[in-house]
T-cell receptor, first 113, second 112 residues
Framework: NAGVTQTPKFRVLKTGQSMTLLCAQD?????MYWYRQDPGMGLRLIHY???????AKGEVPDGYNVSRLKKQNFLLGLESAAPSQTSVYFC????????????FGPGTRLTVT | DAKTTQPPSMDCAEGRAANLPCNHS???????VYWYRQIHSQGPQYIIH???NNETNEMASLIITEDRKSSTLILPHATLRDTAVYYC?????????????FGAGTQVVVTP
């Protein structure tokens, strides 16, 4: 039982390049989330999904797109990377929303030059 | 979600209990108190949560005051691996999409 995994662990992009971050969970959770964490700050929610085939915007969605084609996977895409998107990205999942706890992946450290 | 207030940092000796306070004076009746921690460069880790009653699990105990305006997370026997930033979060059970509002947290350093 791997829990929540994220690929890649590290990535360096040039401004304007695109990439996709993959999150996978093997706990059969319905809800999945993408957060970003900037140095010295707390996590901010980018997008989330309440089930397969659904996505919704969080606090800071601009510049990102997501897809949840399979229940176990949640993809975060950057179509045209900007230096402001340099951050550590965390994926999380939970059985349901509300009062259920979230389980986090190890993070992807992204640098945009 | 109610705002929470935590001290920015605290030290604890290895083997001793670590008591982490959190104020949430504006918490509403349906909001739970959650604790997560983040060890350096890792993803946040769920510790415990509660509504009114005190809670205990294999990692920690959570003591919530009767008026629910504050709580204390207790790590009974702190180890060096407990060095982390600890986040106290108040979140409603009716918050159906489950956003966690992370604040600055408390940096806990466990020393030998």
């Amino acid at each position: 039982n791997a829990g929540v995994t994220q690929t890649p662990k590290f990535r360096v992009l040039k401004t304007g390049q695109s990439m996709t971050l993959l999150c996978a969970q093997d706990m059969n959770h319905e809800y999945m989330y993408w957060y970003r964490q900037d140095p010295g700050m707390g996590l901010r929610l980018i997008h989330y999904s309440v089930g397969e085939g659904t996505t919704a915007k969080g606090e800071v969605p601009d510049g990102y797109n997501v897809s949840r084609l399979k229940k176990q996977n949640f993809l975060l895409g950057l179509e045209s990377a900007a230096p402001s998107q340099t951050s550590v990205y965390f994926c999380a999942s939970s059985i349901w929303g509300g009062s259920y706890e979230q389980y986090f992946g190890p993070g992807t450290r992204l640098t945009v030059t | 979600d109610a705002k929470t207030t935590q001290p920015p940092s605290m030290d604890c000796a290895e083997g001793r209990a670590a008591n982490l306070p959190c104020n949430h004076s504006t918490i509403s009746g349906n909001e739970y108190v959650y604790w997560y921690r983040q060890i350096h460069s890792q993803g946040p880790q769920y510790i415990i949560h509660g509504l009114k009653n005190n809670e205990t699990n294999e990692m920690a105990s959570l003591i919530i005051t009767e008026d629910r305006k504050s709580s204390t997370l207790i790590l009974p026997h702190a180890t060096l691996r407990d060095t982390a930033v600890y986040y106290c979060i108040a979140r409603g059970a009716t918050d159906s999409w489950g956003k966690l509002q992370f604040g600055a947290g408390t940096q806990v350093v466990v020393t030998p």
